[in-house]
């Protein structure tokens, strides 16, 4: 089968933004090739090291490819992502460069090639990400693995807006507790939820896609007893005093449009975990849930990113 591979130069700011473009045209795999990994340090615990080839990655910016496939339909959707990407611009999100350039490649190039990039990660004090088709043995006792198949382009787990969420869950779940996820995804941050003891997740998201994805990666995780998946907008038809933490890894402005549900939703003293919000507009949605009642007790930073504790007063 014929693919067009769509490559995107832009920033770091609208890798979120842009990919959920392109899962939403029907992109089949997302790539982002970030000059950052050149000179990221890296433990070698588990055997990931790999050499880079700095001619792969742009001297500024980051490069987002996708994967569609060649059809009747491809001009139309190509000038659709354009357009998409080009109203970005509306909510201030900063497209840098936002050079376009398409090619076709066969399907089995690139079908599995991307396999050799992704290894086992240990991402916080108890979780390690495995893809499923590497073997892996626990270095720890008490060490939490999460197994994920991202073939459904719906991420590795990696990204620092996901481990940030993580991180934060491993501090702030408590056994017995009612978690919320939305926009779930991958459903990583659900599974992660019930491996540390939450009693009953929710994981909510807009894309049935997703849906379907999240569902397949959290039977693969045996904590399907505890993770109820649903096709849903936010937290709309959710009812109050319902949940002691919810986490939420979209776009800051996203963030900003549901708030006053989740203040609603969450009892009181619990928890609201926000994150994929970038440095510039991290105030904006501090402001937000203060002036919302929330109390934020911690701020997370890795990278360019940003991820929220925020208290229910």
Request: hydrophobic fraction near 40%; proline fraction near 4%.
């Amino acid at each position: 089968m014929k693919w067009s591979e769509f490559s995107i130069h832009t920033t770091n700011e609208a890798i979120e933004p842009i990919s959920h473009i392109l899962h939403e045209a029907g992109a089949s795999g997302v790539v982002i090739e970030d000059p950052f990994e050149l000179t990221k340090e890296r433990e070698d615990q588990f055997g990931e090291i790999y050499q880079l080839n700095p001619d792969d990655y742009p001297e500024e910016g980051v490069i987002v490819k996708a994967y569609l496939p060649v059809n009747s339909f491809l001009g139309e959707t190509v000038d659709a992502i354009k357009e998409s990407i080009n109203n970005l611009i509306i909510h201030n999100i900063d497209i840098g460069l936002n050079e376009v350039t398409i090619s076709e490649v066969n399907e089995e190039e690139w079908a599995t090639a991307w396999k050799k990039y992704y290894h086992p990660v240990k991402i916080s004090e108890r979780f390690t990400i495995v893809p499923t088709w590497e073997i892996y043995t626990p270095v720890s006792s008490d060490e939490l693995i999460i197994e994920l198949d991202p073939g459904m382009a719906f991420g590795t787990g990696t990204h620092p807006t996901t481990v940030m969420c993580i991180q934060a869950l491993e501090r702030s779940v408590q056994t017995g507790d009612r978690v919320i996820d939305v926009g779930t995804g991958s459903g990583v941050l659900s599974i992660a939820a019930a491996m540390l003891g939450a009693e009953d997740v929710r994981a909510f998201d807009l894309d049935e896609v997703a849906v379907t994805s999240a569902r397949l990666n959290i039977k693969l995780n045996k904590v399907n007893d505890k993770v109820t998946t649903k096709q849903n907008n936010l937290l709309d038809g959710v009812e109050e005093n319902s949940a002691d933490v919810i986490v939420a890894n979209i776009l800051a402005e996203v963030i900003l449009r549901f708030t006053d549900d989740v203040a609603r939703i969450l009892k009181p003293g619990g928890l609201f975990i926000a994150s994929g919000i970038i440095q510039q507009k991290k105030d904006m949605v501090k402001e937000a849930l203060i002036s919302t009642g929330f109390e934020i007790t911690e701020t997370i930073l890795m990278e360019d990113w940003v991820a929220i504790i925020a208290k229910r007063v």
